[in-house]
């Protein structure tokens, strides 16, 4: 999915400089054959621009479309199939079921679309370091556990775009190393690219175009 910015710029931040986005009020295309990490500074408007692109913020000017396609024409039962099939996203706030256990909160997701078999989802869930969680209330899980998963989560549906809001803001730079390297994978085989906000791209540059919000 190639999704293009043209002039776009969210109303909250008319008030700031945004000479230096690459983004912000500027022509930019995310290729869908291309990973991206978009870095920026608290306040600079990372889970906006995800907000916006996953179709749940309007409050911009100027022009989003994704292959071709105005997003603002997208109506609400447009908007659903497309989440289930073309965009996941891991939300800065998780949006996790705390009072069900990790393993129910997995599952809620794949139900959608029976995209992975119960082994496939506890590899995942192995490899993310959370299998001996799979069971236990998401409430009871540290919130780096919580995003891990979530990661999984989103991981268990088809789609052409991984969108991903500061994953790995809790997680050491081990379990960080193994749960992008889960994400690499998953998009290779799905044919999929990623776009991950962070606070700091030094990690990530290897796998991923680097922009400046």
């Not at 009020?25 to 500074?41: F, S």
């Not at 996941?88 to 809620?108: A, P, Y």
Request: aromatic fraction near 6%; include cysteine; proline fraction near 3%.
């Amino acid at each position: 999915m190639n999704i293009c910015l043209s002039n776009v710029l969210p109303d909250p931040l008319r008030e700031i400089a945004v000479q230096e986005s690459s983004i912000w009020g500027k022509t930019c295309t995310l290729h869908g054959d291309h990973n991206y990490i978009i870095r920026a500074a608290s306040g600079t408007g990372k889970t906006t621009l995800l907000s916006i692109l996953y179709g749940v913020r309007h409050d911009y000017s100027g022009k989003v479309t994704m292959d071709d396609h105005d997003i603002r024409t997208i109506t609400p039962q447009e908007w659903a199939p497309l989440r289930q099939t073309q965009i996941s996203c891991v939300f800065q706030g998780l949006r996790l079921f705390d009072s069900l256990t990790v393993r129910e909160n997995i599952i809620i997701k794949n139900r959608l679309t029976d995209t992975c078999s119960q082994e496939e989802i506890e590899q995942y869930a192995h490899q993310l370091h959370i299998a001996s969680l799979l069971d236990a209330p998401v409430r009871t899980l540290s919130f780096g556990q919580k995003q891990r998963c979530a990661i999984c989560r989103a991981l268990c549906q088809p789609f052409s775009t991984l969108l991903l809001d500061e994953p790995f803001s809790h997680i050491d730079q081990a379990n960080t190393n193994t749960a992008l390297d889960l994400i690499i994978h998953v998009c290779e085989k799905n044919g999929a690219n990623f776009i991950l906000t962070s606070l700091d791209e030094s990690s990530y540059t290897d796998s991923a175009k680097v922009l400046t919000l």
